[in-house]
């Protein structure tokens, strides 16, 4: 069996310490070596390998065209009680979404709520991760987030890709249970999730791409190479309506720059995130909202499930279940992938066998 072919199961530790050695070859300090590395694997351990190890390869190429800065942080815009407007300044996601979220959970704690305003960030990653910090804090949390790089996803009724999959993400914290997070791009799937199917030689489901002359295709590399393609929203006009929303307040008014360039050449991949943070505390009774949330999730879980189901999932479930089968057993990485980490860790200047060695694959 080819390389390409090959599916390599990698031990979690094993695959942190890989990871972190092509991560350096960005001149990252070490703390950005395990923000970023730590939060690409974390994507991984969920399911989401669209968000995961697999963007190296591109942060590679944004890197060494200039598109994304290592070791930058994030710069106050306009600082007032409860609204922050931040700049990312091309910063690794990993690292700007995280101080993002700090300022912002700081200011809701103090004042009950605050408005994120986020700009000119590279990549967040899963945007899933910036409301778990969220959660963490005890905060719910809403976050429109844009993308700013060849357009992906087509409009409702169009022909062709004008805009990015434009995250769309809630998080829930209530005591003693997990965090309730609904993460997920307005178009059918996530464009990384197309990259894999491609990779791994696979179809998508049907409904989800359309190829360069607008018809339906079940085929990859449509989003991959070209001559391109586009994503469908999700739901049909209801997806594109919230990607529009995304694009109007992640874009236009978080960031001031919305998704107008077709250029292909170009690598890098920014993000404007809107994000609202709010503590229920200083909202009303938070006994009672919690046990309120509670008790309907209860109320639809009963649910008796329909031909085809096991039972009712809430929004999290499956990336707990991926996170603990994952950890103990190790993370799938395709041959395609892997070689295309490798080829990145080369051009920036890291030995392919070194990372190799580390991750057992050699």
Same mark, same amino acid.
């Given at each position: 069996m080819s390389e390409t072919h090959t599916t390599h199961l990698i031990p979690l530790p094993r695959l942190q310490t890989a990871m972190a050695r092509v991560v350096r070859g960005f001149g990252s300090s070490e703390a950005e070596v395990a923000a970023v590395a730590d939060n690409l694997i974390a994507a991984n351990l969920t399911g989401h390998d669209s968000h995961g190890i697999g963007m190296l390869p591109r942060y590679a190429e944004?890197?060494?065209?200039?598109?994304?800065?290592?070791?930058?942080?994030?710069?106050?815009?306009?600082?007032?009680?409860?609204?922050?407007?931040?700049?990312?300044?091309? %910063?690794?996601?990993?690292?700007? #979404?995280?101080?993002? *979220?700090?300022l912002?959970?700081?200011? /809701?704690? =103090?004042?009950?709520?605050?408005?994120?305003?986020l700009g000119n960030a590279h990549h967040l990653g899963r945007i899933g991760a910036w409301a778990e910090q969220a959660a963490d804090a005890g905060l719910v949390s809403v976050h429109f987030v844009n993308v700013i790089s060849r357009a992906i996803v087509a409009p409702h009724g169009g022909g062709d890709a004008r805009f990015g999959t434009n995250p769309f993400c809630v998080g829930v914290p209530l005591s003693g249970q997990p965090h309730v997070v609904l993460d997920f791009a307005t178009s059918m799937i996530a464009q990384g999730k197309t990259r894999v199917a491609h990779n791994k030689g696979e179809d998508v489901p049907p409904g989800c791409l359309i190829d360069d002359q607008g018809r339906p295709t079940t085929t990859p590399r449509y989003t991959v190479i070209p001559p391109f393609g586009a994503l469908l929203?999700? %739901?049909?006009?209801?997806?594109? #309506?919230?990607?529009? *929303?995304?694009?109007?307040?992640?874009? /236009?008014? =978080?960031?001031n720059m919305t998704q107008r360039d077709d250029d292909a050449t170009r690598r890098r991949v920014l993000?404007?995130?809107?994000?609202?943070?709010?503590?229920?505390?200083?909202?009303?009774?938070?006994?009672?909202?919690?046990?309120?949330?509670?008790?309907?999730?209860?109320?639809?879980?009963?649910?008796?499930?329909?031909?085809?189901?096991?039972?009712v999932q809430l929004a999290g479930a499956p990336e707990r279940a991926y996170r603990a089968e994952r950890t103990a057993r190790g993370v799938p990485v395709d041959g395609t992938t892997w070689q295309e980490i490798l080829a990145a860790a080369s051009k920036l200047g890291v030995d392919p066998a070194a990372v190799q060695a580390d991750a057992g694959t050699a």
């Open positions: 944004a890197f060494l065209q200039g598109g994304l800065q290592p070791n930058a942080h994030v710069s106050t815009v306009l600082d007032s009680p409860n609204m922050l407007r931040l700049d990312g300044n091309r %910063g690794f996601g990993q690292v700007i #979404g995280r101080e993002a *979220m700090a912002g959970i700081e200011r /809701a704690r =103090a004042h009950g709520s605050c408005i994120v305003a929203t999700f %739901g049909g006009h209801k997806g594109f #309506g919230l990607a529009l *929303m995304c694009e109007l307040l992640g874009g /236009a008014l =978080a960031a993000n404007g995130m809107f994000s609202v943070l709010v503590d229920p505390a200083a909202l009303g009774d938070r006994a009672a909202f919690e046990r309120e949330a509670l008790g309907f999730m209860d109320w639809a879980q009963a649910s008796p499930p329909r031909e085809g189901y096991e039972r």
